[in-house]
């Protein structure tokens, strides 16, 4: 006799339905997650360097991204060249006190971007000042920029040279599919510049 599901358990598998059916609309975006992946080992593979920034959540999902790329994925490659702006919490303080909170991100491109380096912002709403901020700033130094949003794309909507959209409302599916997508980023590098095939 099988014993009925309790409130928490219905819950617990609504929610598991939610995150795989957003996951699972990644798959109309295939081409654009593709040429992310390009870029990003096309920017590796000239001698660029990756910056990455997010605010919460998405500061979480940066970090992870950057580490990965310095560390490793799955298999043995050299180092690849990625910094955090989430990372260093005497830059963000120093630099939120003297020059405000706005300027957390950009402050820390002027000083670490070169033309050619690739900046990927994370944000589920769009519409955070400090990204905004950092990418007119990317763009001045003739960086290139990969925005991974949602919702509507908000203020940084179809601003970055590439944009992968999660369409969703919610943030933590949003978050969701943006770890999905950083983990085919890292796999599509890992390829790439592995010694031997994974």
């Not at 997650?33 to 959540?57: D, M, P, Q, S, Y």
Request: proline share 4%; glycine share 10%; net charge negative.
């Amino acid at each position: 006799m099988t014993t009925p599901c309790s409130p928490v358990e219905l819950h617990v598998q609504t929610l598991i339905s939610e995150a795989a059916s957003v996951i699972g609309g990644l798959a109309i975006q295939t081409r654009r997650i593709a040429e992310a992946a390009e870029a990003c080992v096309a920017t590796l593979r000239a001698g660029g360097k990756i910056l990455t920034a997010g605010n919460g959540g998405s500061a979480a999902e940066a970090l992870h991204m950057a580490e990965e790329f310095i560390g490793r994925f799955r298999g043995n490659r050299p180092s690849l060249p990625a910094i955090c702006l989430c990372a260093d919490p005497t830059a963000l303080t120093c630099i939120a006190n003297d020059f405000g909170y706005d300027a957390v991100f950009a402050r820390q491109i002027e000083g670490l971007g070169r033309p050619g380096d690739l900046l990927i912002l994370f944000t589920t709403s769009g519409n955070a000042r400090n990204l905004e901020l950092a990418l007119e700033t990317a763009r001045r130094l003739g960086m290139r920029v990969l925005c991974l949003t949602g919702k509507t794309g908000g203020r940084l909507a179809n601003r970055g040279d590439w944009e992968i959209r999660v369409m969703d409302d919610r943030t933590e599916r949003i978050q969701e599919a943006h770890q999905v997508v950083v983990h085919i980023l890292l796999d599509a590098v890992e390829q790439a510049f592995s010694p031997s095939p994974l």
